[in-house]
């Protein structure tokens, strides 16, 4: 099994800023995903990001908002930009083990205000 | 374009009893299902998983799940809950390779 750590657990950051969450995992996976869940709500696939090339973005996300990279096998990071209180979720890191088992991490509890 | 429904909000059971939880896909390929269960607080602990093969799958915690295609159905159940089962379940779809699209959960509620 795959162990994911996330930073920061959670954090308040103020509108019209940016925060970067990290994602480290303690073995080389090939598919990383970033999920978002809002409050009382379910998860929401943001992106899939793989090493060497562009991370993938779902219908009604975009790069510009929300950034991501990819440097190597057990790294990503999620940067969200140009935050307002609508992005006050739940952010999470997931990996695929050996592509059949979807792991993840303990999530990133942001609050904008 | 796949989707989940899981159609019970939320669902109170009283300790000792039985419990289903349903879950409808649509899928356009074979699909590999899920269940994860989120406790307040916590992150996304994975329940069980069908991929192929037999069609009731077991998990940990004493769930276990029927898949059936004719009703686009993968379903969860446990014989007898306890308290430490009171938590959020999500069903989950997705393919080989690719990120997963869940459910909009079931709160459960266990009465004593």
């Known amino acids: 099994s795959a162990v994911i750590s996330q930073k920061p657990s959670r954090d308040i950051c103020q509108r019209g800023t940016s925060l970067t969450i990290q994602c480290q995992v303690d073995?080389?996976?090939?598919?990383m995903f970033w999920y978002r869940q809002q409050p009382g709500q379910s998860l929401t696939l943001i992106a899939t990001?793989?090493?060497?090339?562009?991370?993938?973005?779902e219908s009604g996300f975009v790069i510009d908002k929300f950034p991501i990279s990819r440097p190597n096998l057990t790294f990503s990071t999620l940067t969200v930009s140009n935050m307002s209180p609508e992005d006050s979720s739940i952010y999470l890191c997931?990996?695929?083990?050996?592509?059949?088992?979807?792991?993840f991490g303990q999530g990133t509890r942001l609050t904008v205000v | 374009a796949q989707s989940v429904t899981q159609p019970d909000i939320h669902i109170t059971v009283s300790e000792g009893a039985s419990l289903e939880l349903r879950c409808n896909y649509s899928y356009g390929a074979t699909p590999y299902l899920f269940w994860y269960v989120q406790s307040p607080g916590q992150g996304l602990q994975l329940l069980l998983k069908y991929f192929s093969g037999d069609t009731l799958v077991q998990g940990i915690k004493g769930f276990e799940a029927e898949f059936k295609r004719s009703q686009s159905s993968f379903n969860l159940r446990k014989p007898s809950v306890h308290w430490s089962d009171a938590a959020e379940y999500f069903c989950a779809v997705g393919a080989q390779d690719d990120g997963l699209t869940f459910g909009k959960g079931t709160h459960l509620i266990i009465q004593p």
């Open positions: 990001a793989n090493q060497g090339s562009e991370a993938t973005y």
């Open positions: 073995s080389q996976v090939t598919m």
């Open positions: 997931s990996v695929l083990d050996r592509a059949t088992e979807a792991f």
